[in-house]
């Protein structure tokens, strides 16, 4: 199995920062692929970033040039830099991972239990 524990959510005023964490352990031979997703009360459970295997990075248009996904792959880490943070970026943060557990393994996609990242005025 694999665990993936997101932290570094918290409440912070509009133009703050914050810097989201997610740690992967468990058997892991692989990351295909890490994202964060999002999810607001009432709303769509959205992506936000995603980092592929080979590095690249894509965000949506709502997060780009404010947001900021990179990984540690010594430490199975991702992290999400958010900046200049605005009201609409309050939600519950999701970590998800698309992993190979063996060499020649199938693909399995685990998700962490959420952080909740609040924007106040």
């Known amino acids: 199995q694999v665990q993936l524990v997101e932290s570094g959510g918290g409440l912070v005023q509009a133009g703050g920062s914050l810097r989201l964490s997610c740690a992967a352990s468990?058997?892991?031979?692989?990351?295909?692929?890490m994202d964060w997703y999002r999810q607001a009360p009432g709303k769509q459970r959205e992506l936000v970033a995603a980092?592929?295997?080979?590095?690249?990075?894509n965000y949506a248009d709502s997060v780009k040039g404010r947001f900021s996904m990179s990984r540690d792959n010594a430490k199975n880490t991702t992290y999400l830099q958010m900046n200049s943070l605005k009201l609409e970026d309050t939600a519950a943060y999701y970590c998800?991972?698309?992993?190979?557990?063996?060499?020649?393994?199938?693909?399995?996609?685990?998700w962490g239990q959420g952080t909740q990242v609040t924007v106040s005025s």
């Open positions: 998800h991972a698309v992993v190979r557990r063996t060499a020649w393994g199938p693909l399995y996609s685990y």
């Open positions: 468990g058997t892991i031979f692989s990351f295909n692929a």
């Open positions: 980092i592929s295997s080979g590095g690249s990075t």
